[in-house]
């Protein structure tokens, strides 16, 4: 175990802004290393760090109100535990292997800068930035992000899990790894994408994005409610267990190449375009959708859809089989092609042969005839 010792006079001074320089006045790169920093305020204006290297010091219970910056900094090894940190800029700083608990973040921005290993646990950010920053093989649990922005940043092989992020401005990445537990709340952006991840028990209330990519989903089930979305892209999902959308407005939902769509519900939404192609959907319902655009189902299987009220400007199925229930109840379709549209053998015969016992639901074509 590592020993670590107190800072002495000179290491504080240069910690809070005053390192060391040359005979020439210039600042030179310098090292702190096995310290422990507890229990402390710091109140600091306008200082600047640069090329400092922090290896296996501890910060503790430290309340530092820094209003400055640190520039190409290398934080290694490092803890903070219990910290509230105030108007502080890290500038290309890199953060490896370091352990985060319970850091406490006000009006910080971080641009350009790389969490690599470690963990990030209870990491609360309220009015922060984070700007072209990445996270990488992480474990970050309890996060809570108030009124922040995350730009052009990525996430991967990262296990972020109960996640409460609220009116903050997104533009993120997360490619493997995991997203559990997640609620989004009145967030805003132009890009959300999860790649290739796990995604469970995410929830999404009065979004607003340019676009929200889903590629790849090991695993997934997401809620979303009262959203406005440019493009909400499903591509490649192997298990998407359960996804519903209720209240939302999208300029165009495409679904491509995902074998196994199950337990899908689109409710009390307006649809511009609507485009699912290479899928399978199974017990899946369209309920008082208003799909104003074109629509168009091809190259895929129908395993159980139910369509309940609504109206469908134009919806075209082409290259499509009913594997098995297709229901219509009280909606409109003003233009409805059917183009190499099949259905199996035993499908088929019971649509024809109309026997069903008291209180079945009657099976139709979705023309109603």
Not at 52 to 75: D, P, S
Request: with cysteine.
């Amino acid at each position: 175990m590592t020993e670590r010792f107190p800072l002495d006079a000179a290491e504080r001074t240069a910690l809070r802004g005053r390192p060391p320089k040359d005979e020439a006045g210039r600042r030179i790169p310098w090292t702190l290393a096995d310290r422990l920093v507890g229990d402390e305020e710091w109140e600091d204006e306008g200082f600047e760090q640069e090329g400092l290297t922090v290896e296996r010091v501890a910060f503790e219970r430290l309340e530092w109100k820094a209003n400055g910056v640190f520039r190409r900094c290398v934080f290694r090894g490092v803890s903070f535990t219990e910290c509230e940190l105030s108007g502080c800029g890290f500038e290309d700083v890199v953060f490896e292997g370091c352990t985060l608990a319970d850091l406490a973040l006000l009006r910080c921005s971080f641009v350009r800068c790389r969490f690599v290993d470690g963990s990030i646990a209870g990491l609360s950010a309220v009015h922060s930035q984070f700007t072209e920053c990445s996270w990488a093989s992480l474990e970050a649990p309890g996060w809570t992000l108030d009124d922040c922005e995350l730009i052009r940043c990525t996430f991967e092989d990262t296990r972020l899990s109960v996640l409460h992020a609220s009116q903050c401005l997104l533009g993120c990445t997360i490619t493997r790894g995991t997203l559990t537990s997640a609620d989004i709340t009145e967030c805003k952006g132009d890009l959300l994408a999860i790649v290739g991840a796990e995604a469970r028990g995410v929830r999404g209330l009065g979004l607003d994005l340019g676009k929200l990519a889903l590629t790849g989903l090991a695993r997934g089930q997401i809620a979303l409610g009262q959203c406005t979305i440019g493009e909400l892209v499903l591509s490649g999902c192997g298990d998407l267990t359960t996804f519903s959308l209720v209240g939302c407005k999208l300029r165009l939902f495409d679904v491509q190449s995902c074998p196994s769509l199950q337990s899908v519900t689109v409710r009390a939404t307006q649809l511009d375009a609507m485009r699912i192609a290479g899928t399978s959907l199974a017990d899946t319902t369209f309920e008082d959708v208003t799909a104003a655009g074109p629509s168009l189902v091809e190259r895929s299987a129908l395993a159980g859809v139910f369509f309940k009220g609504g109206v469908w400007t134009k919806l075209a199925l082409r290259d499509v089989e009913l594997s098995g229930y297709l229901a219509v109840a009280g909606t409109r379709f003003v233009s409805l092609i059917k183009d190499a549209y099949r259905e199996e053998g035993a499908i088929r015969r019971r649509l024809e042969d109309d026997q069903y016992g008291p209180g079945s639901m009657t099976w139709r074509a979705p023309d109603g005839s």
